[in-house]
């Protein structure tokens, strides 16, 4: 996950080929949900842009899940 922190755009590149869904979740630190997108296929780098945080600056938490909802990574991500 790059750059962190990052802007208007971050990058996700995957270790293996996901032939799966995959769901990104994006939390504030009071645990509301500010942006979900489920990806299918993705290729070993993905970019991802989300208007949905667009103006919104600080600290979030994603969570990449696979389709059954078991979450894969977990991380802090940083808006500037």
């Known amino acids: ?5 990052f ?6 590149r ?3 080929q996901v032939t ?12 509301r949900d500010v942006a979900f997108n489920a ?3 993705p290729d070993l780098q993905t970019i991802i842009v989300l208007p949905s945080l667009e103006g919104k600056n600080g600290l979030f938490l ?7 909802g078991k979450i894969l990574v ?5 808006k500037q």
Do not use: V
């Open 14 to 16: 995957f270790l293996q």
């Open 39 to 41: 990806i299918y296929q």
């Open 62 to 68: 994603i969570r990449i899940l696979d389709q059954e």
């Open 7 to 12: 802007s208007n755009e971050f990058r996700i």
């Open 20 to 31: 799966d869904k995959i769901i990104i979740r994006i939390t504030d630190i009071m645990g």
């Open 74 to 78: 977990s991380r802090k991500l940083i």
């Open 1 to 5: 996950l790059y750059p962190n922190p």
